[in-house]
């Protein structure tokens, strides 16, 4: 009250009346004042851990993640509503997926392979399940491809190739990159794109006893999770972004496949990177 009205009275006149010592009141005052400088303090403490999180993850985290990094940075407990309110004071929004439109058709492979996989997407052995599938991005104003292989295990993407043309040779590269034991996979699945129909492909898979599922004609949920996979890279990398060469391209891919898999924290995974789960439960077996 005596804060209020000091434009109107003096501090020792309202003291008087209320009978507060002065020295109590400009105690209590300060007080206060020091309070509302810790809370503030603290609120851009807040921000600035936000700031950073955001954009050491390449600006895609949303609430749900910059509320989980923040337990596992700071050990601070923070409501994604008071995130969303700081996010928005900061002038910070995660990426979003913007309309893509398919630039090639290709006809489907009418192989008689069945879905084995079966929208089983939750393997309990590292490497039992690998899918594949590929996206287009423009470089230098012509398009260029992406070709991935995922370990529906733990979501890590284990083989990765780009090149400008949209065929067998692109899932083979991708082969070439995977550093585990292509022995231990069980299945490879993929959907009917005639890309995955190739001499070479069979050969590979029957040397090393893969067998291979294909989604139903059509039905993109058949491979959901690949699918989902490339939907994040277009958010999180490719919209926005205009590469020139396919040399840019590259080392931007090698660096975002690097923090896919090491960094970024996975819904799916219980809020963990691939090669953290991975490695747990590694731990668990010994």
Avoid at 242 to 260: I, K
Avoid at 274 to 282: C, D, E, I, K, S
Wanted: some cysteine.
């Amino acid at each position: 009250m005596i804060q209020q009205n000091q434009h109107l009275y003096s501090v020792s006149a309202m003291c008087n009346v209320l009978q507060i010592a002065r020295s109590t009141f400009y105690y209590e005052t300060s007080v206060s004042v020091e309070k509302e400088r810790q809370k503030a303090r603290a609120e851009q403490e807040l921000k600035d851990e936000i700031w950073a999180i955001f954009h050491e993850n390449r600006r895609v985290y949303g609430t749900r993640k910059l509320k989980e990094e923040l337990k596992i940075r700071k050990n601070w407990i923070v409501s994604r509503r008071r995130i969303g309110r700081l996010m928005a004071t900061l002038g910070i929004q995660s990426k979003y997926a913007l309309p893509s439109y398919k630039p090639m058709v290709t006809p489907p492979n009418e192989a008689t392979y069945r879905n084995v996989l079966n929208r089983e997407f939750n393997p309990t052995e590292k490497s039992a399940v690998l899918v594949s599938d590929l996206t287009y991005v423009k470089v230098g104003g012509r398009w260029n491809y992406i070709c991935f292989l995922l370990d529906l295990y733990n979501r890590e993407i284990v083989g990765y190739s780009l090149g400008e043309r949209k065929d067998a040779a692109l899932v083979q590269r991708a082969f070439a990159t995977v550093k585990s034991d292509l022995g231990a996979v069980n299945i490879f699945h993929t959907d009917r794109g005639s890309e995955f129909k190739n001499a070479g492909i069979d050969a590979l898979l029957e040397t090393h006893q893969i067998e291979r599922s294909l989604s139903q004609k059509g039905n993109p949920y058949d491979n959901a999770v690949a699918e989902a996979t490339f939907k994040i890279l277009k958010t999180e990398l490719i919209n926005g972004m205009h590469f020139e060469s396919l040399n840019q391209l590259s080392l931007e891919l090698f660096d975002y496949v690097h923090w896919y898999n090491h960094i970024r924290l996975h819904g799916s995974l219980g809020y963990t990177s691939p090669v953290t789960y991975r490695n747990a439960a590694l731990k668990k077996v010994v």
